[in-house]
């Protein structure tokens, strides 16, 4: 299945140290950056913990730095074993592989660049998923993938987990949000983890869903959501 995202995920060019948090990408010496070239993320836990695996440097790619996943994990150290997961904007995957470095049963991925799609089947490939859990990459358009889970694998359903993490400035936080609402994509206990560029208001949440967790820098908001 090759279904992705619904648009690409602001991915910074990966730095010597490996991240995973998402920066806008700023050429070096004024000199745009090859789109094409590769990086790396690396699982900082879980069974593939210190495992490097190369990432595309697409423009917009930006994979969420390792202190931010470190923060994000521990939120979800109730949740993700055997949990049933969904990372709604992919790019590289680091966190939905993250998940699953650390037991998750299953995610499915969403990415809308080709390119990062099979740069993503292929660490899947690469670590071996297949063996110790399961996994689906679509490629496309979120919000259209979104609207089409719910037919497609209706005994699958609902997520336990799921990543919302969209590129900056394209107006998808709502509408993923409210998406995951009405295509009983969650149920209650549930988790979403939401992040979005600090300038941006956090939209109004769907009925019965709260923030337990948040925090912010300077770039950005993050924060986790139960359903309740």
Not at 7 to 20: D, F
Not at 116 to 128: G, W
Not at 154 to 182: H, M, N, R
Request: aromatic content about 6%.
């Amino acid at each position: 299945m090759i279904p992705l995202s619904a648009t690409m995920k602001r991915v910074s060019r990966p730095t010597r140290a490996p991240s995973s948090a998402k920066k806008p990408h700023s050429p070096k010496n004024g000199r745009a950056h090859r789109a094409n070239s590769t990086g790396q993320i690396r699982i900082i836990g879980g069974q593939w913990r210190g495992r490097k695996l190369p990432v595309l440097n697409a423009e917009g790619l930006r994979p969420t730095t390792d202190r931010n996943k470190e923060t994000l994990f521990n939120w979800l150290m109730p949740y993700v074993n055997d949990a049933r997961c969904l990372d709604v904007f992919a790019g590289s995957g680091g966190l939905g592989l993250e998940a699953l470095s650390r037991y998750a049963a299953h995610c499915d991925f969403i990415e809308l660049d080709n390119q990062a799609v099979s740069q993503l089947e292929s660490n899947l490939s690469l670590l071996k998923v297949n063996e110790v859990a399961s996994a689906n990459v679509y490629q496309g358009n979120a919000l259209n993938i979104l609207k089409g889970l719910n037919a497609s694998t209706p005994t699958e359903l609902p997520y336990d987990v799921v990543f919302v993490d969209p590129p900056f400035g394209k107006d998808l936080v709502a509408p993923a949000l409210i998406s995951l609402a009405e295509n009983n994509l969650v149920q209650s206990g549930s988790v979403v983890y939401l992040e979005h560029e600090s300038t941006l208001t956090t939209p109004t949440l769907p009925t019965h869903w709260q923030i337990i967790k948040e925090r912010h820098t300077s770039a950005l908001r993050y924060m986790l959501i139960e359903v309740s």
